[in-house]
């Protein structure tokens, strides 16, 4: 028998946690975990998607709106000691969802407990979720959650995200994440390695490494070495390349020591893909945003990343209309787009978000004069987009396939193209013999603005 954390069993840890602290009406969800390690890990991609989704997890049943119950029917004390821990849920908290080995006997568990909320099996964890959306809508907050709203929809069993730590230190004017989760808290080197082997050994063909701030995974514990993991990042990228997934690496800050990850995308231990929030490009900007400033040295690192790693792909985000941006340092971000040609690109116009400091700086932008910056920055990136997808029509590459839908087309993405964010590569035709998950060749054989086409070869 093995379980999730006591710090996160609400049957073990009646008080709750001091990190982690749930933010005015964030859904909350309680799990006490009761399986093998199979079963953990199916409770573990629970809870670091439901983390990722915008849930807090409660470590008691008081603070959780549900509670998930992953059980264990491996023998009959492990039976009994699951319909108790569902009877604990239900008086403690009354709104229960029973997923794992025990929830392929849906009878016998309502047979003593007709309320709970959902019954579902081992490795179910697409259905749990469900029961859980259901029971207790999400509440994106596009200000403070990892993933994009549309990222509610299921991940599919060949991804998984894998949350190396939560907070930042830093203090960006116009965000609020350092007051809503608190300083950088990193998870232990190994622990990150042990759910990521799990990961891949129950089939996941990706890791999407999250955090707020992925670049200054484990500042906060000194980068401590336990059981032979180093909690640096690229340590951490090292050994996750290893394990024989895709790995990629989102919301990278801009550090000098993101260059050391450089060598391990052109050896192909991690893909050559780097999600890097710029958020601007002219030093006066920057400052008010209280970041970084040195956009001409940054111009000058990707220029090292590409030399270093011709393949890489460059995602960032942009604030446009930030306030006190005149139209000379907006324009300075155009000219500098032209000069990084950036892969992809999001971009955001500045809205006050309650808390932020930027919110009492002077000379706000007007609403019009953001809506036309925006158009003109986007109307940028979609051109650089273009360019660079045209010029791979006619060359070979993995995909990863994430959908085959009934008329046979599949939907894919290269290692350019992160899910829910990216583009996709479609193959219309000849997908006979390809499963959801699979990692094939394809030769591109059309390109649009943000999408690809291509056959298998
Ligand atoms: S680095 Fe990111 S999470 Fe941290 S304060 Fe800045 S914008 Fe917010």
Redesign the pocket.
């Known amino acids: 028998m093995s379980s999730n954390p006591p710090d996160l069993r609400p049957d073990l840890a009646p008080k709750p946690r001091m990190s982690d602290p749930a933010r005015p009406g964030q859904p909350t969800i309680g799990m006490v975990s009761l399986g093998c390690p199979k079963a953990l890990v199916d409770s573990e991609r629970i809870l670091t998607r439901l983390r990722a989704e915008g849930y807090a997890i409660s470590p008691d049943y008081t603070g959780a709106e549900a509670v998930i119950v992953n059980t264990c029917g491996f023998l009959d004390s492990a039976k009994a000691e699951s319909l108790e821990a569902i009877g604990e849920a239900l008086a403690e908290n009354g709104r229960v969802i029973v997923t794992g080995c025990l929830g392929a006997e849906e009878d016998y568990i309502r047979g003593t407990h007709p309320s709970v909320l959902a019954v579902t099996g081992p490795h179910q964890y697409e259905q749990v979720l469900d029961a859980v959306h259901a029971a207790v809508p999400p509440a994106p907050d596009p200000y403070i959650d990892l993933l994009p709203a549309s990222g509610v929809s299921l991940t599919p069993r060949h991804y998984s995200y894998l949350k190396i730590s939560e907070g930042?230190n830093?203090?960006?004017k116009?965000?609020i994440?350092?007051d809503m989760r608190g300083r950088l808290a990193s998870r232990p080197a190994h622990a990150v390695l042990r759910e990521a082997e799990k990961l891949v050994e129950a089939g996941v063909k990706e890791l999407l490494v999250i955090s707020?701030?992925t670049s200054a995974y484990g500042v906060d514990i000194k980068h401590a070495e336990a059981n032979g993991h180093r909690a640096h990042i690229t340590d951490l990228a090292r050994d996750l390349g290893g394990l024989g997934a895709w790995v990629r690496l989102h919301?990278v800050?801009p550090y000098p020591h993101v260059r050391q990850l450089i060598p391990l995308m052109a050896e192909g231990l991690i893909l050559p893909y780097l999600d890097i929030?710029f958020q601007h490009a002219h030093p006066d900007t920057l400052r008010r945003m209280a970041?970084p400033a040195a956009a001409a040295k940054t111009l000058d690192e990707i220029a090292a990343w590409r030399r270093d790693c011709p393949d890489i792909t460059l995602r960032s985000t942009f604030i446009v209309g930030y306030p006190g941006e005149t139209e000379a340092e907006f324009q300075t971000l155009l000219d500098w787009m032209d000069e990084a040609q950036l892969d992809r690109v999001g971009c955001f116009q500045y809205e006050n978000v309650d808390g932020a400091r930027s919110n009492t700086l002077p000379d706000h932008v007007p609403d019009e004069v953001k809506q036309d910056r925006w158009n003109r920055f986007m109307e940028k990136a979609q051109a650089i987009s273009e360019a660079k997808l045209a010029a791979k029509v006619g060359t070979r590459m993995e995909v990863i396939v994430d959908d085959i839908d009934e008329d046979g087309i599949a939907t894919c993405r290269t290692k350019a193209d992160a899910p829910e964010i990216d583009g996709n590569l479609f193959i219309d035709e000849g997908t006979e013999g390809l499963r959801v998950g699979q990692i094939v060749t394809v030769e591109v054989d059309e390109a649009g603005e943000y999408d690809l086409w291509g056959g298998v070869v």
């Open positions: 930042c830093h203090k960006c116009f965000c994440i350092p707020q701030d919301y800050y929030p970041r």
